[in-house]
């Protein structure tokens, strides 16, 4: 329960105050109200400590008040046990100063529903090596990052001991949820491969998503998670996306054109008119008029030095060389060629946490490093994109770990929208796996077939072929 309700705490408190209070603030009466109630509680619980035969009436009713204005209470076990329904299995991993923990919640069918697994402290310092190791790597030589990913997968696989963490996880649960922390959101958990004989699993395809028919996906917090899952049966019929503004994007526009024919009603902004004035007004406005679905195919990046600067790039957001004089750095951030990005034209962490996603069921970032998050603090919080978009109201975020291709990215959401289409919209988690999988294994010749299927100009299919 301690682990669990440490992590993401702030936007978990921020998301309970936005449900009592729309402007996502409390007023300040309210707010003195809170403190004293809290301080009344406190001093009640010190008077029922020392009362032999204590009255509980006073202090629930200081709680029920306290409930009432603001509206979050930390999950218990028993709730965080109810979230595995009858075929999933919760991995909920945390790191402390000298070790890290790893907890296996499982449906509760009348034997030990919890695994507890501790690591070593050398297991834990083999964690930050290959940490060090893959980020080092990932900043210096991307191409040779990229080269060596899956032959060092295995590793981390062992130092997490996952095999042994899966063993304890019966055939009857076919649905995985991951929990990280830290900089453990990092990495591609769900493509670890595993030896694990008891899952069955074809040879030759031995990763995690394999394992899991159900779908294999992530979640800040079980807090979260719970949310998320009060949400899924919202509509999946109208769709918003923003189409390669920065018009450098050869395989994009492919991508949004066969999407939004999945979609009706649909509100696309491409290349030159995707602005973040043009824009903004439509992610904001607090009705039905919102989008079931928001589809951002575009750059994007991750700034590691102030995370709430990370963003999605509009169109007019590079200025051409030559850059401002002394340009202010918490708006303007340098790129190659002596250009420039002018964050006040992008749509950025920071703005993302004013939009109204209430009626949104999936937001899509087909960018790249839309997935990262800030490895560098010690906090427990989980801050990047993806939490921006689950403050707005989204459920669903789907999201990149690194600079992505654009081509396979196509192809890969492309897939995702036709399988998601095709099962109504029902379990995001496995029309995103499902496409995963397929990508990975299609050859050639299955994909010449599978683009011939697609509704495409003449232009763009030789593009892709």
Known sequence: EYADRSKARNLVELMAVRDVYPKGEIPEDDRRRLQELRRQIDEENRRLAADPNPDYSQIEKLRQEYRHKFPYEPLT??????????????????????????????????????????????????????????LTNYRSNRKGWR????????????????????????????????????????????????????LKIKKGKECLLDAFPGGV???????????????????????????????????????????????????????????????????????????????????GYFNFNNPLLSALLLADAELPPPPPPKPDPERYLPLKDDRTLDLQKCLTLTDIFELDLSQCRLVTLSACETGVTDFTSTSDEYIGLPNGFLLAGAPNVVSSLWTVSDISTALLMLKFYQNLKASAGKDVTIALNQAQTWLRDAMTPQLKTWVSSLQLEDDDRRTID
Not at 103 to 130: E, H, I, K
């Open 147 to 198: 080269t060596d990913l899956a032959a060092k997968l295995p590793r981390l696989a062992e130092i997490l001991h996952l095999d042994e963490l899966l063993a304890n996880i019966p055939e009857t649960c076919d649905k995985l949820v991951l929990v990280p922390h830290r900089y453990l959101h990092l990495f591609p958990l769900h493509a670890l491969p595993i030896k694990n004989e008891k």
């Open 77 to 134: 076990y028993e709730q965080i046990q109810t979230l595995t329904g009858n075929n999933t299995a919760i991995i909920e991993w945390y790191i402390l100063s000298d070790t890290f923990v790893a907890f296996v919640v499982l449906p509760d069918r009348g034997d030990a529903p919890l695994y507890f697994w501790q690591s070593s402290p050398d297991d834990l310092q083999n964690l930050v090596d290959w940490r060090n190791d893959y």
């Open 217 to 299: 996906a992530y979640a800040p917090n079980c807090q979260l998670l719970k949310v998320a899952r009060s949400k899924q049966n919202r509509e999946f019929r109208s769709l918003f996306a923003i189409q390669n503004p920065t018009g450098d994007l050869a395989y994009t526009d492919i991508e949004v054109q066969n999407i939004r024919q999945l979609f009706d009603p649909q509100r696309v902004f491409a290349r030159d008119a995707a602005t973040k004035e043009a824009i903004f007004p439509h992610l904001t406005e607090k009705n039905t008029t919102v989008a079931h679905c928001a589809h951002f195919s575009c750059h």
